[in-house]
C-alpha cells in the first residue's frame, strides 16, 4: 500500500482507495476510449474482501467524521473544490478519454462539479426548534449523520455526479464509498484519490469493479444509505437489495423529457436551443429533451428549422474542433441504440434528420429526428439514451399536457412559449420533478433534484438532498430539574 500525502496526481496508474492508501487488485480491467476502440489503462477489480475492508474503514471513520464541526466540515470540503479546480484540465482530459464527451463539454463538467462542492458546502443544516415558549421544555428538530453511505455513479456525468454524492455525505458527517461506472472508472478513482487531501482515511473511499460490485455494496449490512443515479431497471434491483436491510435510498433513475413548444414562439431561435438540449452528450443524459411536442399551427416551419439546426450540429472525436457530438459511450449502449434506429428504419418510420450509422472505430451515431411515429412506438415510449427523437404534434394546450403526462417517467420538461404567463402557467400542470420554461437543463447546487413516477425516489442536492444523508431527530429537552 502506499500513503498519500499532497494532492499531486499520477494519470499514469489508477488504484482502489481504501482508508487513506492506494491499494491495487490481483485482477485488472480496462476501459475503452469510444470514440477510437483503444485502451485505456488497466483498473482494479474489487473482491469481497476489499469490499469488507472498506466498509470496516468507513463505519470506523464515520465515527470520528461525524463528530467534526459542521464548519470545519465545510472547509475541507471547500479546500478540496480549490484542488480539483487546479487539476481539472487533467480531469477533462481523461473525462474526454474515458466517457468520448467533447473537450468542451469535459470542461464544462468539471466546472460544474466544482461549482457543486462549493455551493453545497455552502448550505447549512436546518435546527428546528419546535417550541420555546413553554417555561417547562424546548422541543428541538435537528439531523444527525446516518453513518456510511455508498454512491453508485452512472458514465454519462462521471465527475459531476460523484461530487453531488460526495459533498452531501460529507458535510453532514457520514463516510461515503464510491463505486465509479465499470465503463468510466478513470476519473472518478482519481477524484477520491484527490480527496484524501483533505478528509481523515476512510471517510471518503473509492472501489472499482465489475458486475459483481454493486450488488455486494447494496447488498451488505454495514451501509445505512445507497444513493444511486441509473437506469430505472438497475434502480429497481438497487430497491430491492437495500429492502433487506431497510437502507434508505435516494434513486435517480430515468426520464422521456417532453418539451411542449407553442404556436408563439420564436422559431428561429427556439429551434436550434431544442436541437442541442435533445443531442446534448449525445442524447445521454437522463434529462435530455426526448419527446419534442410542437403546436400543429407552426409544425411543419418549426420542423424544417429543426432539421436545419440539426444538421449543423458536428459528430467527431473530443478534441477535433467545433464538435458538438461525442460517441455513444460503450459498445452495449451502442448496441441498444442501434436497435431504434433499425425499428425505425424496419417499421418505415419518416425519419427526416440523421439516421444513418457512420462506419469506422468508435460508437458514433448520427443525430436523428423521426417526424411523428406511433405514440405507442417504442421511440415514443422508451428512453433511448441516445441521439434519436420523435417530433410530434398537438392542437390545444390540455392535449399537450397529457401526451407530456403520459409516461412511466417524470424526471424533467419544458414549456416553451413568447407567452410567460402562458408557460409559467402549463409548467404547474406537468408531472415532472424539473420543470423549466423557454429552457431546459439548467440546475443549481442549491435546488433539491429528482423525479416523479419511476424516475426516482428521493432528491439530491439543495438542502433536501443534505437531509437525505441524515436521520431526523426530535428532542424533548428540559428546562427545569425534576
Same mark, same amino acid.
Given at each position: 500500500?502506499?500513503?498519500?500525502?499532497?494532492p499531486?496526481?499520477?494519470?499514469?496508474?489508477?488504484?482502489?482507495?481504501?482508508?487513506?492508501?492506494?491499494?491495487?487488485?490481483?485482477?485488472?480491467?480496462?476501459?475503452?476510449n469510444?470514440?477510437?476502440?483503444?485502451?485505456?489503462?488497466?483498473v482494479?477489480?474489487?473482491?469481497?474482501?476489499?469490499?469488507?475492508?472498506?466498509?470496516?474503514?468507513?463505519?470506523?471513520?464515520?465515527?470520528?467524521?461525524?463528530? $467534526? !464541526? =459542521?464548519?470545519?466540515r465545510?472547509?475541507?470540503? @471547500? #479546500?478540496y473544490?480549490?484542488?480539483?479546480?487546479?487539476?481539472? *484540465? +487533467?480531469?477533462?482530459?481523461?473525462?474526454?478519454?474515458?466517457?468520448?464527451?467533447?473537450?468542451?463539454?469535459a470542461?464544462?463538467?468539471?466546472?460544474?462539479?466544482?461549482?457543486?462542492l462549493?455551493?453545497?458546502?455552502?448550505?447549512?443544516?436546518?435546527?428546528?426548534?419546535i417550541?420555546?415558549?413553554?417555561?417547562d421544555?424546548?422541543?428541538?428538530?435537528?439531523?444527525?449523520?446516518?453513518?456510511?453511505?455508498?454512491?453508485?455513479?452512472?458514465?454519462?456525468?462521471?465527475?459531476?455526479?460523484?461530487v453531488?454524492?460526495?459533498?452531501?455525505?460529507v458535510?453532514?458527517?457520514?463516510?461515503?464509498?464510491?463505486?465509479?461506472?465499470?465503463? $468510466? !472508472? =478513470?476519473?472518478?478513482?482519481?477524484?477520491?484519490? @484527490? #480527496?484524501?487531501?483533505?478528509?481523515?482515511?476512510?471517510?471518503? *473511499? +473509492?472501489?472499482?469493479?465489475?458486475?459483481?460490485?454493486?450488488?455486494?455494496?447494496?447488498?451488505?449490512?454495514t451501509?445505512?444509505?445507497?444513493?444511486?443515479?441509473?437506469?430505472?431497471?438497475?434502480?429497481?434491483?438497487?430497491?430491492?437489495?437495500?429492502?433487506?436491510?431497510?437502507?434508505?435510498?435516494?434513486?435517480?433513475?430515468?426520464?422521456?423529457d417532453?418539451?411542449?413548444?407553442?404556436?408563439?414562439?420564436?422559431?428561429?431561435?427556439?429551434?436550434?436551443?431544442?436541437?442541442?438540449?435533445?443531442?446534448?452528450?449525445?442524447?445521454?443524459?437522463?434529462?435530455?429533451?426526448k419527446?419534442?411536442?410542437?403546436?400543429?399551427?407552426?409544425?411543419?416551419?418549426?420542423?424544417?428549422?429543426l432539421?436545419?439546426?440539426?444538421?449543423?450540429l458536428?459528430?467527431?472525436?473530443?478534441?477535433?474542433?467545433?464538435?458538438f457530438?461525442?460517441?455513444?459511450?460503450?459498445?452495449?449502449?451502442?448496441?441498444?441504440?442501434k436497435?431504434f434506429?433499425?425499428?425505425v428504419?424496419?417499421?418505415?418510420?419518416?425519419?427526416?434528420?440523421?439516421?444513418e450509422?457512420?462506419?469506422?472505430?468508435?460508437?458514433?451515431?448520427t443525430?436523428?429526428?423521426?417526424?411523428?411515429?406511433?405514440?405507442?412506438?417504442?421511440?415514443v415510449?422508451?428512453?433511448?439514451?441516445?441521439?434519436?427523437?420523435p417530433?410530434?404534434?398537438?392542437?390545444?394546450?390540455?392535449?399537450a399536457?397529457d401526451?407530456?403526462?403520459?409516461t412511466?417517467?417524470?424526471?424533467?420538461?419544458?414549456?416553451?412559449?413568447?407567452?410567460?404567463?402562458?408557460?409559467?402557467?402549463?409548467?404547474?400542470?406537468?408531472?415532472?420533478?424539473?420543470?423549466?420554461?423557454?429552457?431546459h437543463?439548467?440546475?443549481?447546487?442549491?435546488?433539491?433534484?429528482?423525479?416523479?413516477?419511476?424516475?426516482?425516489?428521493?432528491?439530491?442536492?439543495?438542502?433536501?438532498?443534505?437531509?437525505?444523508?441524515?436521520?431526523?431527530?426530535?428532542?424533548?429537552?428540559?428546562?427545569?430539574?425534576?
Open positions: 500500500m502506499e500513503s498519500i500525502t499532497h499531486t496526481l499520477d494519470w499514469t496508474t489508477y488504484r482502489n482507495i481504501m482508508n487513506g492508501k492506494l491499494t491495487t487488485t490481483a485482477e485488472t480491467r480496462h476501459g475503452i469510444p470514440a477510437t476502440g483503444q485502451e485505456n489503462p488497466t482494479p477489480v474489487s473482491t469481497k474482501e476489499d469490499v469488507e475492508q472498506a466498509m470496516k474503514a468507513a463505519k470506523e471513520a464515520s465515527k470520528v467524521w461525524a463528530t $467534526t !464541526p =459542521y464548519t470545519e465545510q472547509k475541507a470540503l @471547500l #479546500a473544490a480549490d484542488a480539483l479546480e487546479a487539476e481539472s *484540465q +487533467a480531469f477533462s482530459d481523461m473525462l474526454a478519454r474515458e466517457q468520448g464527451k467533447p473537450m468542451q463539454f470542461k464544462m463538467e468539471l466546472d460544474l462539479s466544482v461549482q457543486w462549493r455551493g453545497i458546502a455552502e448550505l447549512e443544516l436546518p435546527v428546528q426548534k417550541e420555546d415558549d413553554n417555561s421544555r424546548t422541543i428541538i428538530v435537528r439531523y444527525t449523520p446516518l453513518g456510511v453511505a455508498v454512491g453508485i455513479v452512472p458514465w454519462n456525468y462521471p465527475i459531476l455526479l460523484a453531488g454524492k460526495i459533498a452531501p455525505a458535510v453532514t458527517g457520514n463516510a461515503i464509498i464510491i463505486k465509479p461506472s465499470p465503463f $468510466t !472508472p =478513470y476519473g472518478g478513482l482519481k477524484l477520491i484519490e @484527490l #480527496a484524501q487531501s483533505f478528509f481523515p482515511p476512510g471517510v471518503v *473511499q +473509492a472501489l472499482s469493479g465489475d458486475d459483481n460490485l454493486g450488488p455486494w455494496l447494496t447488498s451488505h449490512p451501509p445505512a444509505k445507497i444513493s444511486f443515479t441509473g437506469s430505472t431497471f438497475t434502480g429497481k434491483k438497487v430497491m430491492e437489495s437495500a429492502s433487506k436491510t431497510l437502507k434508505r435510498v435516494t434513486l435517480e433513475l430515468g426520464g422521456k417532453p418539451a411542449i413548444v407553442c404556436e408563439d414562439v420564436n422559431i428561429d431561435e427556439v429551434a436550434p436551443q431544442i436541437a442541442q438540449l435533445a443531442f446534448l452528450n449525445s442524447g445521454q443524459i437522463c434529462i435530455a429533451l419527446r419534442i411536442f410542437v403546436h400543429e399551427k407552426i409544425f411543419d416551419e418549426f420542423k424544417a428549422a432539421i436545419k439546426a440539426t444538421n449543423r458536428k459528430v467527431g472525436e473530443a478534441n477535433e474542433p467545433d464538435v457530438l461525442g460517441p455513444i459511450q460503450n459498445k452495449m449502449q451502442y448496441e441498444r441504440v436497435g434506429y433499425e425499428e428504419r424496419a417499421e418505415k418510420y419518416n425519419v427526416v434528420a440523421g439516421g450509422t457512420p462506419t469506422g472505430p468508435g460508437y458514433f451515431l443525430p436523428t429526428i423521426v417526424d411523428r411515429p406511433p405514440l405507442d412506438s417504442r421511440l415510449v422508451e428512453e433511448p439514451f441516445g441521439p434519436i427523437v417530433l410530434l404534434s398537438y392542437s390545444s394546450y390540455d392535449e399536457v401526451l407530456a403526462n403520459n412511466l417517467y417524470g424526471l424533467g420538461a419544458s414549456i416553451w412559449s413568447g407567452s410567460v404567463e402562458r408557460a409559467n402557467e402549463l409548467a404547474t400542470r406537468i408531472e415532472a420533478g424539473n420543470v423549466w420554461v423557454n429552457t437543463f439548467e440546475l443549481d447546487p442549491r435546488a433539491p433534484f429528482g423525479g416523479h413516477k419511476e424516475s426516482g425516489i428521493g432528491t439530491e442536492w439543495g438542502v433536501g438532498g443534505l437531509v437525505s444523508y441524515c436521520n431526523s431527530q426530535t428532542l424533548f429537552l428540559k428546562k427545569s430539574k425534576m
